[in-house]
């Protein structure tokens, strides 16, 4: 283990069965088993959920003897906890969570959105975004910073912070795409949905987030394919909405494409945004950059995107990752085109981030900005998604448990942010 890890900091909270997670049903199954009134259900989720306590003694609006009751059966909140945090110059933090059984994965807090991609569906809503004096024109390469500027203006004005969240799904992944460190990992096991949902709770504990004053959007976008632990995903989606009160609109799923999970995510009555790793202009190249196109073509997974019932301010987002030579050139940007056409789509481009071990390079900038326009050109709005921390390896694709990478430079742990009063 590594010597930047910090203690456990809630070691009566170690091999405890944990509450995090639990759904009012099963809440209420387990306080009739220990003979507790029914209400006493829904003091446990507003403790864990809205106060996001980390210890069973800290419920103070349950009876002292409940709380006991609850420590001698086994019970824990269990919440993930935060071991490790590498800071980046631009703000952004990584973090190591320890789940319950030591096994670890990566979560990622970007202040002030992840910046420069409205495209990406994680934003504030088009109203909001023009209300705040940021709706514009799509950016030109290298001026996400401009708005940037804007954004803060904006935040310290209104008096509330906007912040992006990315969780992990899984511990490693089991997708192997060619350009990405977390396929390095293999699949290790699937995150439950109080361990997905709990990386997010951590995190806003940690930041003094209040829900409700400040702007929190979700990406699941971190380390695992979401689609590939579906149910738990889903569950996650409903502790993060209906308990820990952050609305789905302000939430992205993205997936590498596993067609029937999108035909079941898109009769979902609670539905995150979706992007889809598209990376690719044809079969032929994507099966080169993601194998899993051998199990799913492209049409598969369009024709499985088109049965999303679209709100009115919807749009379904396509990341694009940009490899030097391979999938870059004004060829790639026309097909691209021809399969999005009539789709109310955008595409968000992302220049690869490089890792070690992964043989691609990244594409010329003069191609990136050819790319966009060509696409912008076309009539498909276009963003280029500028990299957050990438100098601590938590940009897109960089996730990759640092305890087992010693490539991945860490900057040792930063002290809690005070909380907004
Ligand atoms: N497994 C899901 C979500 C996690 S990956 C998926 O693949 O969609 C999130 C995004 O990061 C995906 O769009 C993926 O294509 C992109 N990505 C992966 N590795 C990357 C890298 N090295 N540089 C830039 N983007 C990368
Ligand atoms: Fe898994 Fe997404 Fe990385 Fe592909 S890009 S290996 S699906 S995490």
């Known amino acids: 283990m590594s010597k930047e890890m910090q203690e456990i900091s809630n070691p009566e909270e170690k091999d405890t069965k944990a509450l995090f997670g639990m759904l009012p049903g099963e809440l209420t199954e387990l306080v009739a088993e220990l003979g507790e009134k029914g209400y006493r259900a829904t003091q446990i989720a507003e403790a864990i959920y809205r ?44 973090y190591l969570i320890r789940l319950a059984d030591g096994e ?9 959105g992840d910046g420069g991609e409205r495209g990406d569906g994680s934003e504030a809503s088009a109203e909001e975004e023009a209300a705040e004096g940021l709706e514009g024109n799509v950016s030109e390469f290298g001026s996400a910073s401009k708005r940037d500027m804007r954004n803060v203006g904006a935040l310290e004005q209104n008096g509330y912070r906007r912040a992006t969240i990315c969780i992990s799904s899984q511990v490693g992944c089991a997708v192997n795409c060619q350009f990405c460190l977390t396929a390095k990992l293999g ?6 949905g109080g361990e997905i949902a709990g990386q997010v709770a951590a995190v806003l504990n940690r930041h003094g987030v209040k829900i409700g004053k400040d702007r929190i959007n979700l990406v699941f976008m971190g380390m695992g394919e979401p689609f590939l632990n579906y149910v738990e995903f889903i569950r996650s989606v409903e ?7 952050i609305p ?48 799913w073509k492209i049409g598969q997974l369009l024709d499985a995107v088109k049965t999303l019932p679209l709100g009115k301010r919807e749009w379904v987002t396509f990341e694009y990752v940009l490899l030097g030579g391979v999938n870059d050139q004004p060829e790639h940007a026309r097909e691209v085109l021809e399969l999005l056409k009539g789709m109310k789509a955008k595409v968000n481009l992302i220049v690869w ?40 390896y938590a940009a897109c694709g960089q996730l990759k448990r640092t305890v087992d990478s010693p490539s991945a430079p860490v900057v040792g742990i930063a002290p809690a942010a005070t909380p907004l009063s």
């Open 104 to 112: 670890t994965v990566e979560t990622v807090w970007m202040p002030d």
């Open 353 to 392: 981030n490089p890792g070690p071990g992964i043989a691609y390079t990244q594409p010329k900038p003069a191609d990136v900005v050819v790319f966009q326009k060509m696409l912008i050109e076309g009539g498909m709005p276009t963003y280029i998604r500028r990299p957050r921390g990438r100098d601590i």
């Open 239 to 245: 502790i993060l909405v209906k308990h820990i009160g």
């Open 248 to 295: 789905e609109s302000r939430m992205t799923v993205s997936t590498s494409g596993i067609e029937p999970a999108i035909r079941r995510f898109a009769e979902e009555p609670l539905r995150p945004k979706l992007a889809l790793s598209l990376n690719a202009s044809n079969d032929v190249v994507r099966e080169q950059v993601m194998p899993i196109t051998r199990k």
């Open 187 to 192: 699949i290790k096991r699937n995150l439950t």
């Open 51 to 94: 106060q996001r306590v980390t210890n069973v003694g800290a419920m103070t609006a349950l009876s002292a003897t409940f709380r006991q009751e609850l420590g001698l059966r086994g019970f824990g909140v269990g919440m993930p906890e935060i071991v490790q945090t590498a800071k980046s110059v631009d703000g952004t933090e990584r």
